[in-house]
């Protein structure tokens, strides 16, 4: 059973930062192990859709963000400690939302269905 734990979610200022953590552990249905699958960021504000903020590949090759985030947050990986951060930024109130990790065998794609494990979430609030 795999296990994905958000952490480091909290109240912070318009223009500060945060970085999220994402601790993964368990055995996987397909065998493979969770270092091999790619890891994803979403979140979801209030009365909105969940929407996609940023992957990982793999072995880290490459990452992805969605627009409004580009420039401003970074994901990165550690294989070795099973961990995936994502550092944000110039924080605005629009990043207000419930953050997800998620971890897809398919590799680092947007599509939220194509995840097959994510965490319970950590709250992520900015005030103006």
């Known amino acids: 059973q795999v296990q ?10 318009a ?5 999220l953590s994402c601790a ?3 055995s996987t249905v397909s ?3 969770l270092s091999t699958y790619a890891v994803g960021w979403f979140r979801q ?11 990982i ?5 490459a990452a992805y963000y969605a627009n409004s985030v580009k420039g401003r947050f970074t994901i990165s990986r550690d ?3 099973n961990t995936v951060s994502l550092q944000m930024n110039s924080l605005k109130p629009e990043d207000t939302a419930i953050y997800y990790c998620a971890a897809a065998v398919v590799g680092s794609v947007r599509a939220d269905v194509l995840y097959d494990y994510w965490g319970q979430g950590t709250q992520v609030t900015v005030s103006s």
């Open 31 to 33: 065998g493979r192990a």
């Open 57 to 61: 590949t793999w072995n880290a090759d």
């Open 79 to 81: 294989n070795n400690k």
């Open 4 to 13: 994905l734990v958000e952490s480091g979610g909290g109240l912070v200022q």
């Open 15 to 19: 223009g500060g930062s945060l970085r």
């Open 24 to 26: 993964a552990s368990g």
């Open 45 to 55: 504000a209030p009365g909105k859709e969940r929407e996609f903020v940023a992957t």
